[in-house]
């Protein structure tokens, strides 16, 4: 298969018409550029040039191969182009995964910048309904950065994004909407909007509750965090939902666990030296999760 090198060398001599005026634009000796084409000659098995007594010219074969030969050399440098403007965060493809009680939340912040100042990056997104998933997503490169709780085992790179709170959300008017904050003990018999068993949420949510004595009874199950605060505001019962799922304005009540209960996120990474992966997370760590302040003002 004839090299890049020696197609550059083709073109470069029937642009000048000449091997010394070629082997100076390409900064060679003129037996380096012959050399070349006796090497592409040898592949094809004819002349592509003919030597005149002043300068060469194409052969008949030298024509037949010369829309190919630019053609190969202009795609050689849109990938050279592609890959530099991926580099520079100009272009390329990035796939991301995240649990799905985080992508309005979390996520959504970080995409609108992305898709503002880098029109050009193709961002495709999946949503999962577990860490272990996100986690497998990324093993098996289906994606190259997820963003969520962390999993039961992770052993590639990954950066902690911060440590996210759940909190209670009460209908207006309960019962116990004006305790400073509640317990787990003040969930039991209670009728809980509660997560789809599908959602990592609901397992875990179940485990903390079983460690302080307390069975969640489940009134109606949803897959979306945020379904499921707006639903318990609504009057259908309690919901325990993580703040980054929380979207003002909330027509119910908030308040904190006692003791605080809380999960780590983070972005699991596929490939760490990946430039345009190393800007995405740097967003996500930059903008973090919501702060204790932003949560308070929710917090009645």
Known sequence: ?????????????????????????????????????????????????????????????????????????????????????????????????????????????????????????????????????????????????????????????????????IVVVLPPGHRVADRDHLTFADLRDEPIVHFHPDNGLAVWLDTEAARHGVALAAVMRTRQAATAAQLAAAGLGIALVPVTALAAPLPGVLKRLRPNLSRDLLCLIGIPGDPLVRRFVADVLRRGIPTTAAVNAKLS
């Open 1 to 165: 298969m004839p090299t890049l090198r020696a197609l550059e060398c083709l073109i470069a001599v029937l642009d000048a018409g000449s091997i010394t005026e070629a082997a100076a634009v390409l900064h060679l000796s003129q037996p380096a550029l012959s050399h070349q084409l006796a090497a592409l000659e040898r592949e094809i098995g004819a002349p592509v040039v003919e030597r005149l007594p002043r300068g060469v010219r194409a052969t008949v074969i030298g024509r037949a191969v010369e829309a190919d030969a630019r053609a190969a050399l202009a795609a050689a440098d849109r990938v050279i182009g592609g890959g530099r403007a991926a580099a520079r965060g100009d272009g390329g493809r990035l796939r991301l995964a995240c649990a799905e009680t985080m992508t309005a939340g979390l996520l959504a912040p970080v995409l609108r910048k992305w898709l503002r100042h880098s029109p050009s990056v193709e961002i495709s997104l999946v949503e999962a309904g577990s860490a272990d998933e996100l986690a497998r997503l990324v093993e098996s490169d289906r994606a190259d950065l997820a963003i969520g709780p962390r999993p039961t085992r992770w052993t590639g790179a990954a950066e902690v994004i911060g440590e996210e709170d």
